[in-house]
């Protein structure tokens, strides 16, 4: 009799789970929708702020600016976003790793974290943090991506920093999220060749005061846009990934709770059975 009732509060105890399981799904699920509304209101700024850079780069003549030109790299700045919560199978583990795997064998290497996770993952490496911006992974704001921008901007133009590597997970589906790394700075002008409109003819504007000029405003805005858009795919990577591990993880509560339930019949059978002999061999004692 134990041991059905140890099964019966295991199957008790799976049930509970699985109904907490189920619900962080559901959660999940709104919250994944929302942020992919997010990420399609974001992306026609993100083009738009590569356009007007494709139209200075390839409308002007011999321009030269810290922001696009290349320097020898002496010490590289990683941006990482990850969670600040946990349940998401591998979405954190895996742009963690993404980001390790890129570094390689580089040295002086600083970190820009966002999420408990990515600032817990490097501090047990022993790696230098420079920033680490907790609780908002989940809604990110253009105001959290202008902050991150603004430090890296600042520190590139210093000198103390020679290149930035943004490391996030894109968005492609519910249940797939793809850790990627993309280069912030020095911005790779060779990328907007994909961008400039084919049917256009490249053709000498005049900008006032200067293109340097205008790409002194510009830029900023686009390296702020690259990261918040990065923000935005992450927060609906983070959802798609937990969902997908919430729902993996209420399947197999299902499949625990069946294989107990055999289990448990098996046993109060052999009880019954067990009973009923016992029943049996004492009457035919008593004859």
Do not use: W
């Not at 999940?28 to 026609?44: I, V």
């Not at 700045?77 to 998401?88: H, P, Q």
């Not at 907790?134 to 991150?148: C, D, F, M, Q, T």
């Amino acid at each position: 009799m134990a041991s059905i009732r140890n099964i019966k509060r295991r199957i008790k105890s799976v049930h509970s789970t699985s109904q907490i399981t189920k619900a962080m799904k559901l959660v999940s699920t709104a919250k994944m929708q929302k942020a992919r509304k997010n990420l399609e209101e974001t992306r026609p700024f993100f083009l738009t702020m590569q356009k007007t850079i494709s139209s200075i780069v390839h409308g002007s003549r011999g321009i030269s600016h810290p922001y696009i030109k290349e320097r020898e790299v002496k010490n590289t700045m990683y941006i990482v976003m990850a969670s600040d919560r946990g349940l998401a199978g591998g979405y954190n583990a895996n742009v963690c790793k993404q980001a390790l795997q890129h570094m390689g064998q580089k040295q002086n290497v600083k970190f820009i974290v966002i999420g408990k996770k990515a600032r817990d993952f490097f501090t047990r490496r022993k790696y230098n943090i420079h920033e680490a911006h907790l609780g908002i992974s989940e809604n990110p704001r253009y105001s959290h991506a202008a902050r991150v921008g603004e430090t890296v901007l600042d520190l590139y133009m210093k000198e103390e920093i020679d290149e930035v590597y943004l490391v996030y997970t894109a968005f492609k589906s519910t249940i797939q999220q793809v850790p990627t790394v993309k280069k912030v700075l020095p911005v790779d002008v060779s990328e907007f060749n994909e961008v400039k409109d084919s049917k256009e003819e490249d053709t000498l504007m005049s900008y006032e005061p200067s293109p340097e000029g205008v790409l002194e405003h510009v830029i900023p805005k686009y390296i702020n846009s690259i990261i918040y858009g990065a923000m935005v795919e992450s927060a609906a990577s983070e959802q798609g990934a937990r969902m997908t591990a919430m729902d993996s993880a209420t399947e197999n509560a299902m499949d625990i709770i069946d294989r107990l339930t055999v289990e448990y019949n098996r046993a109060r059978q052999a009880s019954i059975t067990q009973e009923i002999t016992e029943i049996v061999g004492g009457s035919e004692a008593l004859k």
